[in-house]
């Protein structure tokens, strides 16, 4: 749950004003927790792969999109309840940018 | 003859192996260490790790079956990878990249056939339990979950894209032959078999409930269990697949998690009907019962998988919860149900309670430790 605490305090901290990112805690966020659908390596579970030369299509203003609301009426949950824009944004980036191994 | 000369042989290798040092593999254990790509020996009687093995892949999800013996773990890794390991040599014995990502493996009533199922490519790949050799394949053309072992050298297999369930008899010479069952539901996500390998039973996400096959029916009809469980109520988010298997069959009842919704279900084990629910802290991923069926035992999904509640089965009521520490991911009973094996992976740590008092009684040290798997599974059919 260290990374959920640190996620709560950011979130907190985002809403006083104050937006502050750890890339530590979002990196575990991608590999553990997207990791549990789409591999620990995202090299696709039951979600799709979704390293950078499969999601490269995707501009990072989308990319965030589908993060936070998810893709409806398929196992790809919404995120928006867990973690701030800025979030959604810096794991968008993340992703595209492909230093994700 | 021949079964004498060969008695006479094994005598001798006998003798001297037993003088060297006889290993009992009985209360050993396992546990995966997801991130490194190794698996740690655990002694559940000294409650104790006795060694690490390395070089197993990309053990995220990672599961294993165990050989009659007790002797041979076979692991199956999300990169596709096949490892046989030698818990008394304390070494791997053989490894194999049998798939592109795969997700689960079941072993034959009779040891002999390990099988592994794939969601790329989608299908079930059989294997000689002694050799590793491949033998048989069986594309199905969806990624393919849910696969155990069924009596009479059968393996059973369920399809997430098409929702179909196959049953592979492997009983005769040559190729497999197959029963399609069409039509078990959306988006089937995980299954299980129970103890007397008579009932399998597929999670559904695409839709509310279950759907369950009478594997002792020539042709069985799919029948569906609690089709309307969350009829009227939101769905949440579901931020980890919850698991059937070791799901629990408590004396007359099965409790197993819901889908998007936080609480699990009670199900009459003969009807199919629901006997009850009980709400929980969050989206339970599994339930699991002691071996005597007194207790169901609960973790959860990310953002609470810090926490685990404790059902009594009588009045399907939570009697204890508490927070062993960070990612709970999985739980394994002693099997008699004295003690339980709790993996906290974010604090590299598992630890062994008392199922009676609940009180700690041990932490050992694992490298992010995932999936925890005793050697008395080796004879669960299911497991």
Known sequence: MRNLLALLLLTGAAHSGEPALDPTALTRLVHQDCGSCHGLTLKGGLGPDIRPETIEHYDAEVLTTVILDGIPDTAMPPWRPLITEKEAAWIADYLLKGDTQ | ?383
């Open chain 2, 1 to 383: 003859m021949k079964t004498l000369i060969s008695t006479f042989a094994l005598a001798a290798t006998l003798g001297t192996t037993a003088i060297a040092e006889t290993i009992a593999t009985g209360d050993l254990g396992l546990i995966i260490e997801r991130a490194k790509g190794s698996v740690l020996l655990i002694d559940q009687s000294e409650r104790a790790s006795l060694a690490r093995i390395e070089g197993l892949g990309d053990l995220s999800h990672a599961s294993m079956v165990y050989s009659p013996d007790e002797r041979f773990a076979y692991v199956f890794g999300r990169d596709g990878g096949l490892t046989k390991v030698d818990i008394v040599e304390r070494k791997i014995a053989n490894r194999v990249v049998q798939g592109g990502n795969s997700i689960g493996g079941a072993i034959s009533d009779d040891g002999k056939l390990v099988a592994v199922s794939n969601y790329k490519p989608g299908g079930v790949r059989v294997f000689d339990a002694d050799t590793l050799e491949m033998v048989a394949d069986i594309p199905t053309g969806s990624k393919t979950i849910g696969l155990v072992d069924a009596p009479g050298r059968r393996f059973v297999f369920t399809m997430w894209d098409t929702g179909e369930t196959w049953i592979a008899d492997m009983s005769g010479e040559g190729a497999p032959a197959i029963t399609k069952i069409p039509e078990m539901g959306e988006n089937p996500y995980d299954a299980l078999v129970t103890g007397n390998g008579r009932t399998y039973i597929t999670g559904l996400f695409g839709e509310d409930g279950l759907t369950a096959l009478d594997l002792w029916q020539d042709n069985p009809k799919p029948i569906r269990v609690l089709p309307n469980y969350g009829r009227g109520q939101k769905d949440m988010p579901v931020y980890k697949m919850p698991h059937l298997e070791g799901w629990a069959l408590t004396g007359a009842e099965f409790v197993l998690p819901a889908v998007g919704h936080h609480e699990v279900l009670w199900i009459d084990a003969n009807t199919l009907e629901e006997t009850g629910r009980t709400k929980t802290y969050s989206q339970p991923v599994f339930a699991m019962a002691r071996p005597d069926g007194r207790q169901v035992w609960v973790n959860f999904a990310h953002p609470k998988n810090d926490t685990i509640q404790v059902i009594d089965t009588v009045s399907k009521e939570i009697i204890h919860e508490f927070k062993p520490g960070p990612a709970v991911l999985h739980m394994e009973f002693t099997s008699r149900g004295h003690e339980i094996w709790v993996s906290v992976r974010d604090e590299n740590k598992v630890k062994v309670y008392d199922t009676h008092t609940f009180d700690l009684l041990r932490e050992i040290e694992a490298d992010s430790p995932s999936g925890i798997f005793f050697t008395a599974r080796a004879h669960r059919t299911g497991l």
